[in-house]
Nanobody
Framework: QGHLVESGGGSVQPGGSLRLSCVAS????????IGWFRRAPGKEREGISC????????FHADSVKGRFTISRENANNTVYLHMYNLKPEDTGVYYC????????????????????WGQGTQVSVST
């Protein structure tokens, strides 16, 4: 049974940057898309960014567009979420989830992803 492990979170000041990693274990990531989701304190989980398992299609929520990018290194079985110009409202626990084959463009609806959520990684943005 494969699983995903998130890492790279931390505490930063507004305007700071972080790079989150999502590493796949037990399966090859190159056939999967990956979505990043976050749960802010007192709020429901929301989709942030995703990268498809076809071409180089990526998609970002309006709240992070222009500040976050997503990339993959299939050789390392890893997808990265690059976060720039972080804001206090970016605070939360970030999770990644796998979008299984067949090849398709990704969207940020959690119900199309495999429902095996890991521990996530905490991101805190404050002065």
């Amino acid at each position: 049974q494969g699983h995903l492990v998130e890492s790279g979170g931390g505490s930063v000041q507004p305007g700071g940057s972080l790079r989150l990693s999502c590493v796949a274990s037990g399966f090859s990531l190159d056939r999967y898309g990956i979505g990043w989701f976050r749960r802010a304190p007192g709020k429901e989980r929301e989709g942030i960014s995703c990268i498809s398992n076809v071409d180089t299609w990526t998609f970002h929520a309006d709240s992070v567009k222009g500040r976050f990018t997503i990339s993959r290194e299939n050789a390392n079985n890893t997808v990265y979420l690059h976060m720039y110009n972080l804001k206090p409202e970016d605070t939360g626990v970030y999770y990644c989830a796998a979008l299984p084959p067949p090849p398709r463009l990704c969207v940020l609806s959690a119900n199309i992803y495999e429902q095996t959520w890991g521990q996530g990684t905490q991101v805190s943005v404050s002065t």
